[in-house]
């Protein structure tokens, strides 16, 4: 069973930074592909990025592609999403999620989710 845990949301204000952290179960960085998604209130839950088990392709959602870095540390088991230059849109609860093989946008085949983490911008 794959458990993934976020962490390092909290309250910037806009044009800061923040680092989320995805913790996962023991060797699922490898060979998982990891995402991130987001959810603010009142809508649905929206793709951000993804990183592929090799390590070495990512995707990102064009309203972050630029901004927004993923990565990972297969040592430590833990994906990180560099969050730069945030602007108030950004503000969601953002979820870790996992799939064995799949490495797209479609947030309902993705089996395994963390529990998220709030990140509020402001003005």
């Known amino acids: 069973q794959v458990q993934l845990v976020e962490s390092g949301g909290g309250l910037v204000q806009a044009g800061g930074s923040l680092r989320l952290s995805c913790a996962a179960s023991?060797?699922?960085?490898?060979?998982?592909?990891m995402s991130w998604f987001r959810q603010a209130p009142g809508k649905e839950r929206e793709f951000v990025t993804l990183?592929?088990?090799?390590?070495?392709?990512?995707d990102y959602a064009d309203s972050v592609k630029g901004r927004f870095t993923i990565s990972r540390d297969s040592a430590k088991n833990t994906v990180y999403l560099q969050m730069n230059s945030l602007k108030p849109e950004d503000t969601a609860v953002y979820y870790c999620a996992a799939h064995r093989y799949y490495a797209g946008r479609d947030r309902r085949l993705y089996p395994y989710w963390g529990q998220g983490t709030q990140v509020t911008v402001s003005l």
């Open positions: 990183i592929d088990r090799s390590g070495a392709g990512t």
């Open positions: 023991e060797d699922t960085i490898r060979a998982y592909v």
